[in-house]
């Protein structure tokens, strides 16, 4: 889901609770967040997000249709179904129209990929007869539909942390910091740093025994490796959850995982010395936002905030900021 540029909202927000030498004091509600109904998406938000992805899906599916327009030129080329598996040219092309994945053929020598062509090749001339050519390239489409559907949701799991990451460089630089950050060599932000404080995605500290979306730690950011101060539970000042997906069917799993993910964190620290927890979500259905909101309430959860409401992101973003 491709969510609506945030605007950035500076300054400390009033509302949320402070936190002193490591203890969790009585939370307060954000003011922005005054019921639970504040957290649910709105059905506008939910046909946006669907909006976006279709428009998405259209860009990224373009170059697959260019893809098999090239292989339906070249087969038109072939007088012969049985010409096909030979032709070095369209070897790909040929594997991916019988159902034989790029994973699926590295586990195959050339022989066993040739052999396995053929059958299937012998099993489409013998559906299709002269339409031989029109049914590879379904076919072909078919494969590709599901490399589509991959990359669609990696698009989609990619929303949130560029949304907050973003939000986050956005604040920083009105607040005149000049945050460092690491990336991945695909360009994935890895890391930002500011003062005395380092924000980490995806991290799997080995005491807690499991990924965590994001993890704010009490560190300068400046040395080459995180992996000591990742195993210091000293240092951990904040820990946050993810869930970007807009549909509203996959809602309540998500919020299970995160909750989960959560409470283990909670387990592992204790209540006494955990870090501050918060919670970002595109997709927060009515039971959803009531358990959220409850946990706000009674300080399970220090923060919250719904994805699609611009204002809910950039006031956890300043809160989170300020610890």
Known sequence: YLAPSITPIIGKMSGFHTRSKGVVSKPNRPTHIKSAQDLVTSRRAICEGFLAQARAKTKEAAPFIEEARELWRSLKKISQIHEVAHQEDLRDEIAAAAGLSDKAQSHLDEHELERA????????????????????????????????????????????????????LAQLGNRGKQPKTKASTKGKIKSISWGNRTLLFDKKPSFIGNSIDVILLNIDGDGESLEKPLENPELFVACGELKSGIDPAG??????TANCALDRIRRCFGRSKRPALFFLGSAIEHSMAKEIFAQLRNGRLDCAANFTVPEQVAGLVSWLVDL
């Open 251 to 256: 809602a309540d799993e998500h919020w299970k």
């Open 117 to 168: 062509l053929e059958e299937i090749l012998d099993e489409i001339a013998s559906r299709a007869h002269d339409e031989w050519r029109e049914e590879i390239v379904f076919r072909y489409l078919l494969t590709k539909g599901d490399s589509l559907g991959g990359r669609m949701r990696n698009i989609a799991g990619a929303f949130g942390p560029e949304r907050f990451t973003n939000e986050i």
